[in-house]
Nanobody, 117 residues
Framework: QVQLVESGGGLVQAGGSLRMSCAAS????????LGWYRQAPGKQRELVAD???????RYADSVKGRFTISRDYAKKTVDLQMNSLKPEDTAVYYC???????????WGQGTQVSVSS
């Protein structure tokens, strides 16, 4: 079994920054993707950013230039540094782990990020 435990998030004013971290543990295959989705009230869950084992990263267009994803391969963690936050970034953020084709296999518990205007 695989567990993803998230930390960070919270409430910040527009223009501020937050950092979230996710730690993976359990029986994990050697090659995997770690990343983040988010879901705002009344909206579908959407990809924010993810990173493969080879370091290739993807970002949603809405966060490019503001968010940075990074991984610590030894610790099996993924961080999301979020700068220049906007009210529209308000959502529950979910860490995820995928093996093939970026299809999420495991999810974290979700962390609330709220950005006030």
């Amino acid at each position: 079994q695989v567990q993803l435990v998230e930390s960070g998030g919270g409430l910040v004013q527009a223009g501020g920054s937050l950092r979230m971290s996710c730690a993976a543990s359990g029986d994990i295959f050697s090659s995997y993707t770690l990343g983040w989705y988010r879901q705002a009230p009344g909206k579908q869950r959407e990809l924010v950013a993810d990173m493969r084992n080879n370091g290739y990263a993807r970002y949603a267009d809405s966060v490019k230039g503001r968010f940075t994803i990074s991984r610590d391969y030894a610790k099996k963690t993924v961080d999301l540094q979020m700068n220049s936050l906007k009210p529209e970034d308000t959502a529950v953020y979910y860490c995820y782990l995928a093996y093939a084709n970026y299809t999420p296999r495991y999810w974290g518990q979700g962390t609330q990020v709220s950005v006030s205007s």
